[in-house]
């Protein structure tokens, strides 16, 4: 399968490119009386790293509006790691879940006027009709109206100003609660949440080290995003890197892949060092469960604490995190890079891809 992957990078100088983003307008769809969604079904349980087969793309009819009700067409979908473990949870015939930036084509809602910008778990779909006022309990069916993010892309409403930021904001913050001086390090460094926390550290005054997967990421790091020190964790030894970045120890782990490597720094941790652990993606694919040292002797004679959260523990303070964010991408204090797969029939392949470390910054699709 043949699929367009294009970057999109921000920096003070340039917002977005031209060619690969618009603000409003994105499709113009004449509206029927009857309209078809796409979506992607779950069909075939994952074993290791997913394949195109485990999905199954199908068309399902709409219904009518109710009062109340809205007609949302995707124009940026998200792929985020969390999909694969949760996946564990999920019926098969489950439409795969997933956030999107979508665009009210057709209301009978006048809180959601057509041409709003909306952000929901709607799926791997490329329209849904919902009614934005019933709220719920449930994190992944909380719908937004996308925050006015000036000249940035929408999409960022699904990565530095979305989720992953809020993820960096919240996660690295309020339980590494980091100090002046600090020596922090990201594990899943060029991610859509590694990434961030890097550049919230050093806006914090630490110094940082990141673990990247490619030479190419490292680069990226270090000469675009600030980090003081970056290793290509496939092919550094990672006792000898930490003891160059880090000679004197290290306070703060913002661990986002788990096993091994996460063994390493936690070793190399500084006695009441915080450990902040958001995600294991080094497992998610694994067939075999993965043998690691037990975690308790580092934690008892370092005092470390570590732990893991899920950020819908902060939903009450999403404004803020969001606010935040856009303030920090604004004044230049944090830059921010998108990968972009154009085609909604390409969902599965930017996933499996993202699983497969090919992003940098947020996997995005542009439906």
């Given at each position: 399968?043949?699929?367009?992957?294009?970057?999109?990078v921000?920096?003070?100088?340039?917002?977005?490119?031209p060619?690969?983003?618009?603000?409003v307008?994105?499709?113009?769809?004449?509206i029927?009386?009857?309209?078809?969604?796409?979506?992607?079904?779950?069909t075939?349980?994952?074993?290791?790293?997913?394949?195109?087969?485990n999905?199954?793309?199908?068309?399902?009819?709409?219904?009518e509006?109710?009062?109340?009700?809205?007609?949302?067409?995707?124009?940026y979908l998200?792929?985020?790691?969390?999909?694969?473990?949760?996946?564990?949870?999920w019926?098969?015939?489950?439409t795969?879940?997933g956030?999107?930036?979508?665009?009210?084509?057709?209301?009978?809602?006048?809180k959601?006027?057509v041409?709003?910008?909306?952000?929901?778990?709607?799926?791997?779909?490329?329209?849904t009709?919902?009614n934005?006022?019933?709220?719920?309990?449930?994190?992944?069916?909380q719908?937004?109206?996308l925050?006015?993010?000036?000249?940035?892309?929408?999409?960022?409403?699904?990565?530095?100003?979305?989720m992953?930021?809020?993820s960096?904001y919240?996660?690295?913050?309020?339980?590494?609660?980091?100090?002046?001086?600090?020596?922090?390090?990201v594990?899943g460094?060029?991610g859509?949440?590694?990434?961030?926390?890097?550049q919230?550290?050093?806006?914090?005054?630490?110094?940082?080290?990141?673990?990247?997967?490619?030479?190419?990421?490292?680069?990226?790091?270090?000469?675009?995003?600030?980090?003081?020190n970056?290793?290509?964790?496939?092919?550094c030894?990672?006792?000898?890197?930490?003891?160059?970045?880090a000679?004197?120890g290290?306070?703060?782990?913002?661990?986002?892949?788990?096993?091994q490597?996460s063994?390493?720094?936690?070793?190399?941790?500084?006695?009441?060092?915080?450990?902040?652990?958001?995600g294991?993606?080094?497992?998610?694919?694994?067939?075999?469960?993965?043998?690691?040292?037990?975690?308790?002797p580092?934690?008892?004679?370092?005092?470390?604490?570590?732990e893991?959260?899920l950020?819908?523990?902060?939903?009450h303070?999403?404004?803020?995190?969001?606010?935040?964010?856009?303030?920090?991408?604004?004044?230049g204090?944090?830059?921010?890079?998108?990968?972009?797969t154009?085609?909604?029939?390409?969902?599965?392949?930017?996933?499996i891809?993202?699983?497969?470390?090919?992003?940098?910054?947020?996997?995005?699709v542009?439906?």
């Amino acid at each position: 399968m043949h699929r367009r992957v294009s970057l999109l990078v921000y920096d003070t100088c340039r917002w977005i490119l031209p060619s690969t983003c618009h603000s409003v307008g994105f499709h113009s769809t004449t509206i029927k009386e009857a309209i078809s969604a796409k979506k992607f079904v779950f069909t075939k349980r994952f074993q290791g790293l997913p394949q195109l087969d485990n999905f199954s793309l199908e068309k399902e009819e709409l219904p009518e509006l109710k009062p109340g009700d809205v007609l949302c067409e995707a124009l940026y979908l998200s792929v985020d790691p969390y999909m694969r473990p949760y996946s564990l949870s999920w019926p098969l015939g489950t439409t795969m879940k997933g956030g999107q930036v979508s665009k009210v084509i057709e209301s009978k809602n006048e809180k959601f006027p057509v041409g709003s910008l909306l952000v929901g778990y709607f799926g791997w779909r490329t329209h849904t009709v919902v009614n934005p006022d019933v709220r719920s309990k449930d994190f992944m069916e909380q719908i937004t109206v996308l925050p006015n993010l000036g000249t940035l892309c929408p999409s960022v409403g699904l990565g530095a100003v979305g989720m992953p930021g809020n993820s960096a904001y919240f996660g690295f913050l309020e339980i590494c609660k980091p100090k002046h001086g600090d020596v922090v390090v990201v594990s899943g460094a060029a991610g859509a949440v590694g990434s961030l926390v890097g550049q919230i550290a050093k806006i914090k005054g630490c110094h940082v080290i990141g673990f990247a997967g490619s030479d190419e990421k490292v680069k990226w790091l270090t000469d675009e995003l600030g980090f003081d020190n970056a290793y290509n964790y496939k092919t550094c030894d990672w006792k000898s890197s930490l003891k160059e970045g880090a000679p004197n120890g290290v306070d703060c782990y913002f661990d986002n892949v788990g096993g091994q490597l996460s063994v390493a720094v936690r070793s190399h941790m500084n006695d009441f060092g915080r450990i902040s652990v958001c995600g294991a993606i080094s497992l998610y694919n694994d067939t075999v469960p993965t043998l690691v040292p037990c975690v308790e002797p580092a934690m008892v004679f370092k005092q470390l604490r570590m732990e893991g959260f899920l950020v819908h523990r902060w939903t009450h303070r999403f404004l803020e995190g969001m606010g935040q964010m856009s303030t920090w991408i604004q004044e230049g204090k944090i830059k921010i890079k998108e990968t972009h797969t154009n085609g909604f029939e390409n969902m599965p392949a930017a996933f499996i891809d993202m699983l497969k470390g090919g992003n940098f910054g947020k996997a995005i699709v542009k439906a």
